[in-house]
């Protein structure tokens, strides 16, 4: 029994042209092209299995641009460039608070002896690092466990 009927993607020129140029050329995102290659396909008036069976992809990712797509189409593309649609959408999540610098100043100060800070150990541990770090003012507040990641990731 056949699902619903896909979304109708309608290119104009511009468009086209503009994912086409988008997939030749050679300094775009992978993630990109791939998405511009789904539109094109949509726009063909693929359907969404044959599309993620052509580009080797699943068949809800389809699905998902093809609708991306013509959601932001009412948008002009002098306010909303081809390759803007195609980007990833902000992530839910609470931001960050530690900025990329204070990681930097994180990692420069565990690449210190503990003894010149002052601690009675050999080696940094999560805890006294997390103690120093806060001890000189580079955050307000981190567990031992997040400075371990934080060194850990090496952002």
């Not at 300094?27 to 969404?48: E, P, Y």
């Not at 044959?50 to 948008?75: T, Y």
């Not at 530690?98 to 100060?109: E, Y």
Request: hydrophobic residues 40%; proline residues 6%; aromatic residues 2%.
């Amino acid at each position: 029994m056949p699902g619903p009927k896909a979304v109708t993607v309608i290119l104009t020129a511009e468009e086209k042209a503009g994912l086409s140029q988008l997939i030749r050329r050679h300094n775009v995102r992978q993630q990109i092209a791939k998405r511009a290659r789904i539109v094109l396909a949509a726009g063909a008036g693929k359907s969404n299995s044959q599309i993620a069976r052509e580009l080797l992809l699943s068949r809800d990712m389809v699905l998902q641009w093809r609708q991306r797509w013509v959601d932001l189409q009412p948008i002009a593309l002098s306010d909303l460039s081809i390759e803007e649609r195609l980007e990833d959408l902000p992530r839910p999540g609470k931001p960050t608070r530690i900025t990329i610098d204070q990681v930097c100043q994180i990692q420069q100060m565990a690449c210190e002896k503990p003894e010149a800070s002052g601690r009675p150990v050999t080696h940094w541990t999560n805890r006294e690092l997390a103690d120093e770090v806060m001890k000189r003012g580079i955050v307000a507040q981190i567990s031992p466990r997040h400075a371990a990641r934080l060194l850990k990731k090496g952002l």
